[in-house]
C-alpha cells in the first residue's frame, strides 16, 4: 500500500522550474531519503507535499492518509526562536490536531509531552525557554512535538544538520522507532552513511528524478555523478512552467 503519490509533479518559483515531472510513490510503512546536489528542489519537494507550495503541474496524492495527520519538520535554520516560549508549549503544539488551537491544554496532553521529552533526553527541561537551548537541544524539542502529534506520515527536512554527534544518533534512534511503528519516514538528508544505515529507500533529485527505489540502487556512483551533471545544466533562466493543476488529497 502507498502512503503517499507523486503525479507528473512540476513545481516552481516565478515560474522557473524547481522539480520538474517527478511521479512515483512512498510506500505506507516506508522510510525515504530525499537526496541530492545543492538546488535540486529536495526541500520544495517537501513544502509541496505538506501544501505549502502548489503545483504548477500534476498532483500530490495523499492515499488512505489525512492531512492532519503529517507531521512537517522544516530546516531549523527557518523557525523563528525569539519568542518568548517555554520548551513545554513547543512540544504541545504537537497536541493542537486533536484539541483545536482552541481547546485548552488537557492533563493527558501535558503528561504525553513530558514523556515525550524524557524521551528525547530532555527531562527537566519543560519549563526553559526556548530562546535559551543549544541546536541540538532544539532539535530534540521538535522531535518531541512530532512524538505528542503522532503523525503517520512525518517529513523532515535536513534534521541533523549543524547539530551534535551525539543528538543526531539519540534522533536516529527514534527515526528507527517509527520504522518500527509502521510510520512512513521521508527526509532531506546529506550525508550517504546515514542514509543507506538508517533508511530503506533513497530519492535521488536533480529537479528531475535521477533515481528512486532501494537505497544501495540508488545511491550509486554513476547515478550521483548523473545528478551533478543534471543538475548543472538546468540554469535560473529555463523555460517558463504553466500552473494547471493545484495539490488535492484522496
Given at each position: 500500500?502507498?502512503?503517499?503519490?507523486?503525479?507528473?509533479?512540476?513545481?516552481?518559483?516565478?515560474?522557473?522550474?524547481?522539480?520538474?515531472?517527478?511521479?512515483?510513490?512512498?510506500?505506507?510503512?516506508?522510510?525515504?531519503?530525499?537526496?541530492?546536489?545543492?538546488?535540486?528542489?529536495?526541500?520544495?519537494?517537501?513544502?509541496?507535499?505538506?501544501?505549502?507550495?502548489?503545483?504548477?503541474?500534476?498532483?500530490?496524492r495523499f492515499d488512505g492518509i489525512?492531512?492532519?495527520?503529517?507531521?512537517?519538520?522544516?530546516?531549523?535554520?527557518?523557525?523563528?526562536?525569539?519568542?518568548?516560549?517555554?520548551?513545554?508549549?513547543?512540544?504541545?503544539?504537537?497536541?493542537?490536531?486533536?484539541?483545536?488551537?482552541?481547546?485548552?491544554?488537557?492533563?493527558?496532553?501535558?503528561?504525553?509531552?513530558?514523556?515525550?521529552?524524557?524521551?528525547?533526553?530532555?527531562?527537566?527541561?519543560?519549563?526553559?525557554?526556548?530562546?535559551?537551548?543549544?541546536?541540538?537541544?532544539?532539535?530534540?524539542?521538535?522531535?518531541?512535538?512530532?512524538?505528542?502529534?503522532?503523525?503517520?506520515?512525518?517529513?523532515?527536512?535536513?534534521?541533523?544538520?549543524?547539530?551534535?554527534?551525539?543528538?543526531?544518533?539519540?534522533?536516529?534512534?527514534?527515526?528507527?522507532?517509527?520504522?518500527?511503528?509502521?510510520?512512513?519516514?521521508?527526509?532531506?538528508?546529506?550525508?550517504?552513511?546515514?542514509?543507506?544505515?538508517?533508511?530503506?529507500?533513497?530519492?535521488?533529485?536533480?529537479?528531475?528524478?535521477?533515481?528512486?527505489?532501494?537505497?544501495?540502487d540508488v545511491l550509486t556512483h554513476?547515478?550521483?555523478?548523473?545528478?551533478?551533471?543534471?543538475?548543472?545544466?538546468?540554469?535560473?533562466?529555463?523555460?517558463?512552467?504553466?500552473?494547471?493543476?493545484?495539490?488535492?488529497?484522496?
Amino acid at each position: 500500500m502507498t502512503a503517499l503519490t507523486l503525479e507528473n509533479l512540476t513545481l516552481a518559483y516565478n515560474r522557473h522550474p524547481v522539480v520538474h515531472h517527478v511521479s512515483g510513490a512512498f510506500r505506507r510503512g516506508s522510510s525515504t531519503a530525499i537526496v541530492g546536489p545543492n538546488g535540486a528542489g529536495k526541500s520544495t519537494l517537501l513544502k509541496a507535499i505538506v501544501g505549502l507550495i502548489s503545483p504548477n503541474h500534476g498532483r500530490v496524492r495523499f492515499d488512505g492518509i489525512k492531512r492532519d495527520d503529517v507531521a512537517y519538520l522544516p530546516q531549523q535554520a527557518n523557525i523563528e526562536r525569539g519568542f518568548p516560549v517555554s520548551v513545554l508549549d513547543v512540544v504541545l503544539l504537537g497536541a493542537s490536531g486533536r484539541a483545536g488551537w482552541f481547546g485548552g491544554v488537557k492533563a493527558a496532553d501535558r503528561d504525553r509531552a513530558l514523556a515525550a521529552l524524557e524521551r528525547v533526553g530532555l527531562s527537566g527541561f519543560a519549563e526553559r525557554s526556548i530562546g535559551a537551548l543549544s541546536s541540538g537541544q532544539f532539535q530534540r524539542v521538535l522531535f518531541a512535538r512530532i512524538l505528542v502529534q503522532d503523525a503517520q506520515l512525518i517529513l523532515l527536512d535536513e534534521p541533523f544538520t549543524a547539530i551534535d554527534a551525539r543528538t543526531t544518533h539519540d534522533l536516529l534512534h527514534i527515526v528507527e522507532h517509527w520504522k518500527q511503528e509502521g510510520r512512513t519516514v521521508i527526509a532531506v538528508l546529506h550525508d550517504f552513511e546515514q542514509v543507506r544505515n538508517h533508511f530503506s529507500h533513497a530519492l535521488l533529485l536533480a529537479k528531475e528524478c535521477v533515481a528512486w527505489g532501494d537505497c544501495h540502487d540508488v545511491l550509486t556512483h554513476d547515478n550521483l555523478r548523473r545528478a551533478n551533471a543534471m543538475a548543472e545544466y538546468w540554469l535560473a533562466d529555463a523555460a517558463v512552467c504553466h500552473r494547471d493543476e493545484e495539490v488535492t488529497q484522496a
